[in-house]
């Protein structure tokens, strides 16, 4: 299978703290890759490196076979993000953020496409309302179909279900389930809910403190450990080390 | 430069405006509050020497506001994505540094334009003081101010990008720290000695001094406005080589997502 992100040998140092520690994987199309571990373990700042946000000290990304350090620009625009620790502004209205972040990304017939995201995502009541004033279950939809705006073939979804219900977050999993089938789009999803990952990713990567643990698909992972579950998985290897 | 990232940076600023009464008042209010209190610091003057000309004071109002307006549009466009957690999206999108610099750029115009009006009007009605009287000499004065204003308006976001949110009152009181300088109100003769050569490296000063020379000896500087020119062209660069310096700075030590504490 194409590999659309390749990651070798990834390490971010901070002064003399390293965040992320020589990490390599890869991700393929159409897969759902968890990336755990607890707080603090590198998560955000390794997506951060993925999107040429943070600079790495050392090592490489490559996505669609391009290195991100030369064509970042050109490969943003087949790529997107969501998470619940950004936001779109508050005081724009739904259908404004979603305009604009359409012309941003280029989109041709965006009012088309937007309406498509509007219909799939159900927030067609929500189009004329500021951003400011959705729920975070209302606000986590609208952040979905920002992402999905220029038809990403790569998604980097961080922690996007935090803050929600457990049905608004299990309908957000089946679109994202959803999305996954019809549209082959591979994500890498961080969360904390072990749950989640054993219901939505093909694999996952346990990192902690900036390292990669293990790696393997849930049902593997629970073997591996000989554990019930995923979370007493997690629970290990966060207090083994 | 991809036209329709610009344009999209536009619109977003601009949704906001008509439904924002801080943004309202910005354009509408504050301009005539400060074309009040020198107007009637005018009438007062005049009381006393009947030749004092509206212009040497009002035009100088009007002026400063053009360069603080042009300012803040930068700094509040940028502020604003902070603020609302938003630069994080901008910069995953394919936009580039520049693209989102120039449309605070074009945000700029916008304002400055309205301000323009807002402020034209008011001192015509309320002083009938024409802004017009400037003639041609208008168009060097509104070019060389908004210029500066917009680099200032880069030297703010700068300070931001390093210092993050915590910084907003160092970067919005920029501009005022530089006024006494700028010799917005007097001319550069009346500063001290020692600082006259700092005053006179600042592109708006030279300006100024020209709009004083047009307004009491109806002489049009042109060493003013080629001076103001060339320090333009120098500030700008300096000023965007700071700005790339931030925003790198920024990106190696993972910043982007911090600026909001
Ligand atoms: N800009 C920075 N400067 C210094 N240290 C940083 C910076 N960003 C992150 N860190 C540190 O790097 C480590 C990894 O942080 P990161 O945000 O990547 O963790 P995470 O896995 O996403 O955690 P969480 O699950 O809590 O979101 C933490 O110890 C954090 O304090
Ligand atoms: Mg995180």
Known sequence: ?241 | MKLHRIQALLFRYLYIYPRSIPRILDIFIWPLVDVLIWGLITVFLQQSRPDFPLSLLLGAVIFWDFILRAQQAVTISFMEEIWERNLFNIFVTPIRLYEFLFATFLVGIVRITLIGISLGVSSFILFNFNLFSFGFYLVPFVINFFIFGWILGLLATAILLRFGQSAQVIAFAFTTFLQPLIAVFYPVSALPKFIQPIALAIPATQVFEGMRMVILQNKFPMHNFIMAGILNIIWFIIAINILYKMFNYVIENGKLLKLVD
Request: net charge positive; aromatic share 10%.
């Open chain 1, 1 to 241: 299978m194409l590999s659309l992100l390749e990651v070798k040998n990834l390490t971010k140092t901070f002064g003399t703290f390293t965040a992320v520690d020589n990490i390599s994987f890869s991700l393929s199309e159409g897969e759902i890759l968890g990336f755990i571990g607890p707080n603090g373990a590198g998560k955000t700042t390794t997506i951060q490196m993925l999107l040429g946000l943070i600079k790495p000290t050392s090592g490489s990304v490559f996505i669609f076979g391009k290195d991100m350090a030369k064509y970042r620009n050109e490969v943003l625009s087949e790529v997107n993000f969501s998470s619940a620790y950004v936001s779109l502004p508050g005081n724009l209205k739904v259908w404004e953020n979603l305009y604009t972040f359409a012309r941003l990304y280029g989109v041709k017939k965006y009012k088309e496409r937007v309406s498509e995201l509007v219909e799939f995502f159900e927030i067609g009541s929500l189009f004329n309302k500021m951003y400011g004033s959705l729920s975070s279950g209302q606000a986590t939809r609208v952040n979905l179909a920002k992402a999905l705006l220029n038809k990403p073939k790569l998604l980097f979804l961080d922690e996007p279900t935090a803050s929600l219900d457990p049905d608004i977050a299990d309908r957000t999993r089946k679109f994202l389930k959803q999305i996954q089938i019809e549209q082959g789009i591979a994500i890498l999803y961080t969360t904390h809910n072990m749950m989640e990952v054993e219901e939505l990713c093909n694999r996952a990567i346990f990192i902690n403190e900036g390292k990669i643990i293990t790696q393997g698909t849930p049902n593997k992972l629970i073997k591996k450990y000989g554990l019930q579950d995923l979370n007493e998985v997690f629970i290990k290897i966060a207090r083994d080390i």
